[in-house]
């Protein structure tokens, strides 16, 4: 079956800093990948994917991620944090049933940057 | 947010009682989505919806039932509450075209308290 680890609960970073927020992947097949930010009170809004091509998946807000296949991760980056940065992260992976597939959720990570 | 709204946004009920969340998109999107997060759960599908009249379960559909009568409205109903059912849900659409493939865009949710 196919599932997603996010292996931390919370992120703190200092603003200017880069950020990590790391995700790992289990799945048959290739990997389809997802990463979503959830700010308060708001639902989850699409940051970038991947689904073949480039390791290095450039997505909104500045953020990227990188597909590494012999680790089965999809970390999620940033090279100079902002405080309007900090949110809930959320990463997927498409599930492979059906037509479009669903998506399976990580449980998120609460990302904080401080001035 | 792709056009999507949800209805109520709020909403408290006591066990035992009906209750209908609805979805409605104005994108004419093919699939939709229903899902629940709850802390240390992040995001798990209830039930979703690939086409009018065609719906399907997800990992926690036990105690929901889900229609979908025309493309714009996928309704939720809780046939009869209980207090594992306060959450907030969320509806999503998913795009079919290549372009944003497997992307799926979320409604703003509903909080529900079963008292």
């Known amino acids: 079956a196919q599932s997603v680890a996010q292996p931390e609960d919370q992120v703190n970073v200092a603003e200017g800093n880069p950020l990590t927020v790391k995700c790992t992947y289990s799945?048959?097949?290739?990997?389809?990948l997802f990463w979503y930010v959830q700010y308060p009170n708001r639902g989850l809004q699409f940051l970038l994917k991947?689904?073949?091509?480039?390791?290095l998946v450039k997505g909104s807000y500045g953020f990227e991620a990188e597909f590494n296949k012999s680790q089965t991760s999809f970390h999620l980056k940033k090279p100079s944090a902002l405080v309007s940065d900090s949110a809930l992260y959320f990463c997927?992976?498409?599930?492979?049933?059906?037509?479009?597939?669903?998506?399976?959720f990580g449980k998120g990570t609460k990302l904080s940057v401080k001035p | 947010d792709a056009g999507i709204t949800q209805s109520p946004r709020h909403k408290v009920t006591e066990t035992g009682t009906p209750v209908t969340l609805r979805c409605h998109q104005t994108?004419?999107?093919?699939?939709m989505y229903w899902y629940r997060q709850d802390p240390g759960h992040g995001l798990r599908l209830i039930h979703y919806?690939?086409?009018?009249?065609?719906?399907d379960k997800g990992e926690v559909s036990d105690g929901y039932s889900v229609s979908r009568s025309k493309t714009e409205d996928f309704l939720l109903t809780l046939e009869s509450a209980t207090s594992s059912q306060t959450s907030v849900y969320f509806c999503?659409?998913?795009?079919?075209?290549?372009?944003?493939?497997?992307?799926?865009?979320f409604g703003p949710g509903t909080r529900l308290t079963v008292t």
């Open positions: 919806s690939y086409g009018v009249k065609d719906t």
């Open positions: 799945v048959s097949g290739n990997p389809y």
């Open positions: 997927a992976v498409r599930d492979g049933k059906g037509s479009q597939g669903n998506l399976i």
């Open positions: 999503a659409i998913g795009y079919g075209g290549s372009a944003r493939r497997y992307e799926q865009y």
């Open positions: 994108e004419n999107h093919r699939y």
């Open positions: 991947y689904i073949t091509g480039d390791n």
